[in-house]
């Protein structure tokens, strides 16, 4: 596993430019994996990689990098910008109905969208953080199974 020390700057950029968001495939095809820094200066701290770069324990490259957390908050600030723009068109459309009323409905409408594509996007993080912990349980678990094996014979 690479040993990723970067500092907390965290958005990589790539020859095709920043990477800005969840990043979901690298410049070169390969997909994004994600990965926990083993660095002295950010231990345990969760980042993207592109898997290239990492099954060739690559540092210092042009391959995807961006730390979990910046990638969500980017995310969060994008949608919530989008939704300001809708927000705005909406305000700025010619579509004469009852103003206030069909505004307010229209604006819901967005909100929850953008809320709903947010809570996708976090859940999916969140279930493979949990399928991860689950995989180290379990070998952790296995490896505890064979020490005490082991000390029974000894």
Known sequence: MTNISGASSGSS?????RVVGVPMVCWC????????SKSDPNPYRRYFRCAFA????LMDDNHVFKWVD?????EVDRLSSQAKRLEQMVRESEIVFDGAEYEKMVFDKVLMKVEEEVFRKVESV????????????????VV????VGLGNFI
Not at 13 to 17: C, L, Q
Not at 54 to 57: G, H, I, L, Q, R
Not at 70 to 74: H, I, T
Request: net charge positive; proline share 0%; aromatic share 2%.
């Open 126 to 141: 969140v279930s493979e953080s949990q399928r991860y912990m689950k995989k180290l349980m379990i070998v952790g678990i």
């Open 13 to 17: 950029t790539t020859r095709r430019g």
């Open 54 to 57: 990492v099954s060739n324990k």
């Open 29 to 36: 095809g390969a997909e994004i994996v994600g990965k926990i």
């Open 70 to 74: 910046e990638a969500l908050l980017n």
């Open 144 to 147: 505890c199974m064979i020490v």
